[in-house]
């Protein structure tokens, strides 16, 4: 007689966006699901905050407002976390694998601070703890860091990984728009949160990195290791100034394991117009990895939404089960077997563009030079254009340097009289 294989069981917990979006590629997978996974794969519950609210695309009778009825069914093997928020998920998740489930997530916020605690968690009890969604919604790059990638020494991760503000620059540029007309547009479409904090000051994508390099440099970083810096100060006349030096400024997310320590840093930076990431646009997110053996690799695709969220996570979901039916749960643990030291952010080297509005008069222009030859900073490229009324605007762009140098001559000129204002500080990718 064949022997029947029974169909692996699952809940999902959360049933917004990402929730809604694996119910429903789990749907469209159904009747090839034998074929991909090696075994069915049949949504028992669906955990949400209020059943009474209408969910028009999941089966209502599935949904539960409580935990209990997850964690207490044997049956359940694979839990997805896609509710959001360090707690109750944090517990949820810990009660699960406990419970000799495995679970799939897709929460940066929880990982990037708690990630080592979860996955030495799944380790201990022999379960998988699969996160691919975390980064970059749909582009597969965590599980490419950590298997197709882990021949390799890996001294950078740079990446866009904010679809929200990576649309809100591309307006800026091609439309010349300002930062709270892009941001609107950007709330209008639905791709802005409510409260956008998180994406437009850089903590969303600081999360990504922290995960995205625990993973390539094998080395514990957390959220707060992480220098975040936003894109609320970029105006429409940095993107000009940019332009006129073959720039665009994005807001980059760079980790790089240097001879030094790690450093892992998001802020807005200006980047030569002929690299592949000044190219990726709107929603999109891109990621590039530098690794000894590949060389340079680039990533490209849907940072985030409903499907492309679902795609990651389903993925996992497939890996999970055949892992179950492999006998072979919980191959992976925490990868982070170095403890490297994490740069402080005046230690980096950077190349910077500043913008300054000066007196209009004779040895301007040689006393900021000079104020910047004194801290070390060399000056790759200036331009001086005519400000009105006896000012005049300077722009340049540096050499390579300790950002604890170039923050020193920016606060020496600071103090000059003829000085009237610094508009602008961008780091320059390099
Ligand atoms: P969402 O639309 O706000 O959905 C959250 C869901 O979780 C809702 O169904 C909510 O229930 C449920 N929930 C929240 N707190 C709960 C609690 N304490 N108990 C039970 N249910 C609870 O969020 P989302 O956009 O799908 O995001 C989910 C996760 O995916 C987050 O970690 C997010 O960072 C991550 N992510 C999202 C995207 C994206 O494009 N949206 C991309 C990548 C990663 P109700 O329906 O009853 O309110
Ligand atoms: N808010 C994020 C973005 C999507 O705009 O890219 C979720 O990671």
Redesign the pocket.
Known sequence: MKNEIRPIKMAI?????????VYKLLQMRKNEMMQRAGTDIEISKI?????S?T?KDVDASLLT?N?EDIINDDSIQIVV?????I???RT?IRRCLNAGKSVV??????IAVHGRELLDAAKENNVDFMFE??CA?GIPIIRSLKQSLVANDITEIMGIVN?TTNYILTKMDQEGMEFDEALAKATELGYAEADPTADIEGL?AGRKMAIMGSIGFHSRIVFDDVYTEGITHITSKDIKYAKDMDCVIKLLGIARNTPTGIEVRVHPTLINKEHPMASVNDVFNAVFVHGDAVDDTMFYGR????M??AS?VVGDVIEVARNINGGCLGRFGCTCFKELPIKSIGDIESKYFMRMIVSDCAGVLGNVASILGNNHVSIEKIIQKPAGCDKAEIVAITDSVQEKNFKAALQTLNDMSFVQEISSMIRVYA
């Open positions: 917990m959360g049933a917004g966006t990402v929730g809604g979006g955990l949400v905050k209020s059943i609210e969910r407002e935990f976390e896609v509710m959001g928020g707690e109750p998920a949820f997530s897709a929460n940066k916020d929880l969604a975390s919604g679809g969303d940072g985030a939404g409903e492309p969220t990651a």
